[in-house]
């Protein structure tokens, strides 16, 4: 299991989707509205300027009601994965407008398990998913 410390930004709890900040450094909870990329999930709670954990290896565990056999991407909410494209479309606020990102984050093995293979985000219209 590959594994990188980070700095966190801010406040994560074990299980979050966190991708790295503009100082490739510190790591934020991932969110589908940012451009910044994903690097992997959280294997432990941290605060905001704490070393942070973040699993980077082929399999993680630690999440739930994840459908098995679907893609995860993640979600609209910060540090949130949903487990298929149809739950990423219903997680983007109805008001929001413009480009969001859609960033796979790896096959559902189970209901709490991913495979945890991060793909480069795809630039998604709004328009084009309403």
């Known amino acids: 299991m590959s594994r990188v410390t980070f700095i ?8 979050d989707v966190v991708a790295l900040g503009s100082g490739y450094s510190v790591a934020y909870k991932a969110s589908a509205n940012s ?3 994903v690097v992997g999930f959280a294997t432990h709670s941290v605060a905001a300027g704490s070393s942070l954990l973040v ?6 565990t630690s999440l739930s009601g994840l ?37 796979s984050v790896g096959r559902n093995l189970s209901t709490s398990g991913v495979t945890n293979q991060i793909e480069p985000a795809v ?6 998913v309403r």
């Open 123 to 128: 630039v998604i219209n709004l328009a084009s």
């Open 55 to 60: 699993n980077r290896g082929t399999i993680f």
């Open 67 to 103: 459908t098995p056999g679907q893609t995860s991407y993640v979600s609209y909410a910060s540090g949130s994965v949903v487990s298929s494209y149809d739950s990423w479309v219903n997680s983007i606020p109805i008001t929001s407008s413009g480009t969001v990102y859609l960033t």
């Open 8 to 15: 966190a930004g801010e406040n994560i709890n074990k299980g």
């Open 35 to 37: 451009t910044n990329s």
